[in-house]
């Protein structure tokens, strides 16, 4: 009995063990790994004939973005993808475009049968980035060769682990090109391609190159500080000029009008003086300042009393009641 049971307990382990292997390769044989470049589409067939299918659902993350139902293949309303799905009835494939960093992950296609389910096709999309390139030229002129020695680097902007090709005019494996160009030569083209080691993640870019005898990039790039500097400091001498009279109009300027000022301020306090006189005194006070300095008549009630004998008695007041 022992030995039986131990028999049993053998056998359905090993049952067991050959079931998750059978599940796990039929996992994997359902299983897709696709690599894509910023930009590109992933077609996602359904991989059944047309006829054998009733039902089936096109899943991203567990969210569903398309269905075929009585014959034809429907888009459903998933923002993510809003505009770059594109549905096949004929052919039961829905195509993503314009694949963006955040469409990486896992699709999952899920089918039915008259009610039996076939087996779920998985695809896992990794969507790259594309490689953008630069490349840095330097020449210099070789007198004795009269010819440039020219030096070109190939390198992406983000920190990848790529590799690169160079073609054209000159050929290299390298991220650096090192060659003789001379100018009757003229202008020649090269092109850096670079390629990322764990995709199919590629870029290029490329550069014309012309041979200047006697000028060196380097000195080109000395004549161009030196022009800037001598820019500059014209600039800030012009500026301090502008300062400076600027300066000087602002302190002669009220001078000037503080003379200016002055002058007709003068001849209004002089003017109002005299308006302040008239003001203040009765014409008839005006008549006797003028009496003290004039022997001649000023006014008619001058003229009436001018020249007659005083009155013995009491001095009047007022020479106008001497007349009444």
Known sequence: MRICYGYHVLYSGTALLLLCYGLCVRADENTVTEHRDAGSSLTLPLGHPKESVTYAEWKYEGKTFAVYIQGQVRISDEPQFSGRLKADSDHLSVEVTDLQLQDSGSYSIVADKSGAQLPTKIISLTVHGKLIIDIESNQIWVESKKSCEVNLLCKVREDQ??????????NGSEAGLRFTLSPAEGDVTLTCTAAEVSSPSEG????????????????????????????????IVIIAVICWWKSHRDIDSPDQGNTVYADVNDGNVRKDKRSESINVASIYETVDELRGTSDKPQTLYDKVTFARPAPLGPSPSSPYQVVL
């Open 204 to 235: 290029n870019n490329t550069r014309n190159v012309t041979c200047n005898p006697g000028v060196s990039n380097n000195q080109l790039h000395i004549w161009i500080a030196v022009g800037g500097g001598v820019a500059l400091f014209l600039l």
């Open 161 to 170: 682990k790529v590799s690169y090709t160079w073609s054209g005019y000159k």
